[in-house]
């Protein structure tokens, strides 16, 4: 090997040391990372972006997941299948900054498990005197490490593992003693037949149950979840002040809320 081709060989390795240790500070910084969001930012191709990736994994320092990754912590105490962590990040941190808006000072939020909601939970940094019910491990976690200003309740019942949540019996009962101003719900899916679906009827109960001790609730939404398979339903569109969204496809939603003329409004998250 040539003097200029080992000096450009370790001129690379520099660069490539460079630019993981700047992935690791967005990781830290965001909990999650895109391939696409280091194809933008370092001008990589998605191959080196992989690459790196799978090298930071292998020296235990994050985890690998569908489309990106996320922090060791966040992997530990994810509460949807790991798959979704990453997917529509993008819109989702949109909906939750959003649905962020619509939290005062002093209120006692319900806040559903799911991705979309963990999104948001992110954005209560600069709340004040919040009190947040959760029966949602990773929600939970999420704020007993980086929100220390917010008052906690974890709800108790029956652990769903695999999504760690909590349900059944014990958690009812807890929900039936308390009272929120504001419910701040997921779904898995919307169909404009039926309403709002999810995969789980225990997990029904729970949303049912934690909205009807709510002032108000809202639904926290990106566009995929549109049309896409549910189970049962917990809520129609009436039973919400606002729907957040990041997009409304084909405008399915806005027509079903004009067929059921509701109050209910659409609320799509700025880009």
Known sequence: ?????????????????????RIMEMVKRNHSV?????????GVSAVTARSDLNIL???GKLKRMYGGAVS?????????PRERMVVNIDQKRRIAVEAAKLIHNGDVIAIDTGSTTLEFAKQLANKQDITVVTNDFAIAEYI??????????????????EHRYTYGQLTLSTIQT???????????????????????EPEASIKVNLMNHAN??????????????????????????AIIMDADPNGIVKDALNRANTSTELMLAND
Do not use: P
Request: charged share 25%; no cysteine.
């Open 1 to 21: 090997m040539s003097r200029q081709a080992g000096t450009r060989e370790n001129s690379d390795k520099i660069l490539a040391i460079d630019r993981r240790a």
């Open 34 to 42: 895109l391939i696409g969001d280091l194809t933008k930012e370092f």
């Open 57 to 59: 994994e292998k020296e």
């Open 72 to 80: 060791l912590g966040l992997a530990r105490h994810v509460s949807v």
């Open 144 to 161: 007993e490490r980086n929100l220390l200003d917010i008052d906690l309740v974890v709800l108790g019942g029956t652990f769903r593992r």
């Open 178 to 200: 308390l009272h929120f101003d504001k419910a701040f719900m997921g779904t898995n899916a919307f169909l404009a037949n039926q309403g709002f679906m999810t995969e789980y």
């Open 216 to 241: 108000t609730s809202y639904l926290l939404m990106d566009s995929s979840k549109v049309n896409a398979n549910g189970f049962i339903q917990f809520a129609k569109l009436s039973e919400f002040s």
